[in-house]
């Protein structure tokens, strides 16, 4: 199903996900771009959902979002809809895009009996380009005699666009003697330096909570999980997030630790999914960041770490060039002391007090970075803040996908 082969660091297969009650899933080939795959995926939520969503802050953003973000904020009893096509952004397309999301909504409404205000679409894919959503609309009465709520892993993989596998993570708890389940998909391999939340990400749960709740929930953990990863520093224009509660479960979640712990659990593994399927990823990278003056400052270090084509290409080629490392820090902008800095390689004491340290030698540095799952460590310092980004290695492979990417 996917274009490239299969990224060395995806997980053995996807995972058998809780079934959501409240939700169900069906998935077409409309041919927006590609053909002979699936590349559009229906979810319905039963009446009394509540929905929250996180989407990109890039000031170019597709109709899609903004068509979201006018809606995400209004609760009604009836269900929602989720629409989400590939291979086209509906993005940079003028009055056009807006007209494309209209008329998605229109029809979905029509079909499932919803109000349009219910109806939340997402594209992704290529730019510019206007998307041909008369094939998505003629889908419709296929896809709504077609739901399913074991459909999720079909949904998964009706979102890829240059991913190599499809994405998926869950979690079944107990509150209060009864259970409480989430599942959620992704995509997401390249344009990946999430300003809100990032690539197209969908959850659902049978947890009841007011969405007012529900979106402070959801905002807080996305700083913690999918605003921590970058795969090349760019933010895309169709990042979106969205969070789905039917409350079927009879249980009410507000406030309850279990539950925030199992969502951050679900969205973090998703988060990691994408950057495991960076294009042309081989490497997958922690870089943690502490002692920094505050957390912003240790964030920015990080970041600025992550994002170094430098630090990244030194990595594919598994040469141990802690140097970077420190033209990276001194870049960021912010506080740093060349003589309080401290480097490591996962274990491995690489640099300190403004030098290599005595202890370090190349062959153990070499040694580690042949390993799959690299961890970069630097220390300030200067005070108590700390950061923790997730990123991959830059290859070639990633110049040839996306040279390559419209053809």
């Known amino acids: 199903m996917a ?37 559009v995926m229906l979810a319905l939520c039963a009446p009394g959902s509540v929905l929250a969503g996180v989407f990109t802050r890039s000031a170019t953003r597709s109709a899609n979002v903004r068509d979201c973000q006018a809606k995400i904020g209004d609760d009604g009893p009836e269900g929602a809809a989720l629409v989400v096509n590939s291979g086209n952004s509906n993005a940079f397309t003028g009055k056009a895009g807006d007209e494309s999301v209209a008329a998605i909504s229109d029809a979905v409404a029509g079909v499932l009996g919803l109000p349009a205000a219910r109806v939340f679409t997402s594209s992704t894919g290529v730019i510019g380009e206007r998307l041909p959503h008369d094939r998505i609309t003629a889908k419709l009465a296929d896809l709504a005699a077609a739901l399913d709520p074991a459909g999720i892993a079909e949904a998964a993989e009706a979102i890829m666009t240059t991913d190599t596998f499809p994405k998926g993570a869950g979690s079944e708890i107990e509150i209060d003697g009864k259970p409480v389940r989430i599942a959620g998909i992704a995509k997401g391999s390249g344009m990946i330096a999430p300003d809100m939340a990032t690539m197209l990400v969908y959850i659902f749960t049978d947890a009841a909570i007011p969405r007012a709740d529900l979106q402070a929930l959801l905002s807080r953990l996305t700083d913690r999980t999918f605003n921590c990863i970058t795969v090349d520093s760019d933010t895309s224009t169709s990042d979106t997030l969205l969070l789905a ?41 922690t870089v943690r960041v502490t002692g920094a003056r505050t957390e912003t400052d240790a964030r ?32 960021s902008g912010a506080e740093a002391d060349r003589d309080r800095l401290t480097i490591r390689f996962g274990d491995i004491l690489v640099a300190e007090n403004g030098w290599v ?35 991959c290695d830059l290859t070639k492979r990633y110049i040839e996908i996306n040279a390559d990417y419209r053809s």
């Open 3 to 39: 274009k490239y082969p299969t990224s060395p660091l995806a997980p053995a297969a996807f995972p058998d996900l809780p079934v959501i009650s409240g939700v169900s899933f069906a998935t077409a080939e409309a041919g927006v771009r590609y053909t002979g795959r699936r590349d």
């Open 245 to 285: 509660a039917t409350g079927a479960s009879g249980v009410d979640v507000t406030g309850s630790t279990a539950f925030e712990a199992a969502l951050h659990g679900v969205m973090l593994d998703l988060a990691h999914q994408v950057v495991r399927d960076g294009e042309g990823a081989t490497k997958f990278v």
């Open 300 to 331: 920015t270090h990080a970041l600025s770490i992550a994002n170094s084509p430098l630090v990244k290409t030194a990595i594919a080629g598994e040469d141990p060039n802690w140097g970077r490392v420190v033209m990276a820090v001194g870049k």
């Open 357 to 391: 340290a005595p202890s370090y030698t190349e062959a153990a540095g070499a040694a580690y970075m042949q390993r799959e799952e690299i961890e970069v460590a630097v220390d300030l310092g200067l005070g108590t803040g700390a950061a923790t980004v997730w990123t």
